[in-house]
Structures are given as structure tokens and as C-alpha cells.
């Protein structure tokens, strides 16, 4: 086996921890929920990557979409403009995952356990358009993050000192409203690390991220332990191992496939593949 598809085989490896299964035991009561069901209920595969009925439901309006809109689309399901769903109330101080935040290392949780972040995603995506290797944003270009090779990183990030550190979840995991502002936050911490040590076309994508923690949290596991282990065996493999500049995918056709993670990181998933542009 080559160095380059070891690498690839150590990420299969790693992601192979966080599988969720599905249940298809529904009795939808939303036009999210009806859409899961068909989804699920046609048998062709679209519906192995959801959650069961049962977490679906628990999600708000936004996560719901996001989670049914890779699968629908294969499916060739339109999913419902946004307007049409304003009986299905999402909490205002809910996160919506299509706008996520831009965090550093000092983020911290507060005495009431309620995270805190400094800087908001202003990136409006309806302006924006898609090619191969960038996105432009108006004035703004994001550029496509590819991985790099050893010689093109900064001094040190390869080194045992330098962590991921995602902040851990104190919160109450019954509580979707707080584990969806958590999530929205760490997941642009996850996407720069990786982009550090050069695995920025390796990564999740923002539905696997979220099916993880709770595959990870079912199973009593600690998802930021989980994911310090796993940067650490990465990062150990990328100081003697050669990596693809990018796996086989598609690449994104459409900037509906994309939704702004902090105010430099753009993430379009393919379904295939995860592609992340900076600016």
C-alpha cells in the first residue's frame, strides 16, 4: 500500500468510529419529516447516512434541512423554500448551522456553560458563485484548500504540542438548542486544523461532524478526547507519509451545496467529498 492511500485509509478508519444507524418507523407531522420518510422509504441507500426518526424530529427546522439536503437532491426531492415553513418555528437564539462561527483557540465556556464566541460569518451566499478551484463572493475570493505537503506548513504544527482543542460539551446533550451552538462553533475549529497540517480536502463534512457527536455521545464516549486522538494519530502519520493533493469527488456544482462556516471558511459538500475554500 502506497503512503498516500495509508493516509486515506487512517481518515476511512478514523470516520468509521461514528456510524448512526437509521430506523424508519415514521409518522411525519412536518413537511421536513414527510421528506425524511420518503427519503428513507425508497430503498435506494440516499437514507444510510440520517439519523433515526426519532433524533431527526428532535432537531430544529434548520438542521433538518441541512441534514435531508444532500440526499434529497440525489433524489431529485425539491425541499421546501424557507418561507413555506414559517408555522415550524426555529428558536431565535437557536444556531443555524448554515451560519456558523468563526472561533479561536481561547474560546470558553462561561459559569452557566453557555459558549461564547468572538467573530460572526458575514458571507452572504446567495451573491456568491462556484467554479472548480474558487468561489467569488462579489470582491471576496475562496480560494479551494487542498492537501499540502509537509514542506508547505507552518513550523510546528506537526509537533505534539500544537491540538486541535476543541473546547469540550458541558451542556445538557438533551438540550438540541445548546449542542447545535456548540457544534456550529467547534466544526470551524476542526476545519482550520485540518487546513494547518495540510489535510484540508480530508475533512467532514458538517452533517458527518454532527452525526458523530451524537453517535459519540449515544455511546458515552468524549467527542473532543476523541478527536485530540485522532488529530494526534494524523498528524503522526503526516510526518513520514505523502498525501493526494485531493481525492476522487465531485466537485460542487452549485453554491446551494455550500454554506458559510466563519467569515473566511467556505464548506461545499458534494456528497461525495467535503471541499473547503478559504479566503
Not at 38 to 44: A, F, L, P, S, T
Not at 126 to 147: A, E, H, M, P, W
Amino acid at each position: 500500500m502506497n503512503s498516500s492511500m495509508y493516509i486515506k485509509s487512517t481518515l476511512v478508519l478514523v470516520v468509521a468510529f461514528f456510524s448512526v444507524s437509521v430506523a424508519a418507523n415514521c409518522l411525519p407531522s412536518s413537511e421536513y419529516e414527510r421528506i425524511y420518510c420518503d427519503i428513507v422509504g425508497k430503498g435506494e441507500g440516499e437514507g444510510k447516512g440520517l439519523p433515526r426518526f426519532e433524533d431527526f424530529k428532535r432537531n430544529d427546522v434548520m438542521v433538518q434541512k441541512l441534514l435531508l439536503k444532500r440526499p434529497a437532491e440525489k433524489l431529485k426531492i425539491k425541499l421546501p423554500a424557507s418561507s413555506k415553513l414559517a408555522g415550524e418555528k426555529t428558536s431565535a437564539t437557536a444556531r443555524s448551522p448554515d451560519k456558523l462561527i468563526e472561533q479561536s483557540p481561547n474560546m470558553h465556556l462561561n459559569h452557566s456553560s453557555e459558549l461564547t464566541y468572538p467573530v460572526a460569518s458575514n458571507a452572504t451566499l446567495s451573491q456568491c458563485t462556484v467554479s472548480k478551484n474558487y468561489i467569488f463572493c462579489g470582491q471576496r475570493r475562496f480560494d479551494l484548500k487542498k492537501n499540502q505537503s509537509n514542506n508547505g506548513l507552518a513550523q510546528g504544527v506537526l509537533d505534539d504540542q500544537y491540538l486541535m482543542a476543541l473546547p469540550p460539551y458541558n451542556g445538557n446533550v438533551n438540550n438540541d438548542r445548546e449542542v447545535q451552538f456548540y457544534l456550529s462553533g467547534v466544526y470551524g475549529v476542526y476545519l482550520q486544523r485540518m487546513i494547518d497540517i495540510g489535510l484540508g480536502a480530508s475533512t467532514m463534512s458538517y452533517a458527518r461532524f454532527y452525526h458523530t457527536f451524537n453517535d459519540l455521545q449515544g455511546k458515552r464516549v468524549d467527542f473532543s478526547e476523541r478527536f485530540e486522538t485522532m488529530y494526534r494519530f494524523l498528524k503522526k502519520d503526516k510526518k513520514t507519509m505523502a498525501v493526494k493533493a485531493s481525492f476522487n469527488g465531485k466537485r460542487p456544482h452549485s453554491i446551494a451545496q455550500c454554506d458559510d462556516i466563519t467569515d473566511r471558511i467556505i464548506a461545499c459538500d458534494s456528497g461525495s467529498a467535503n471541499w473547503v475554500y478559504v479566503n
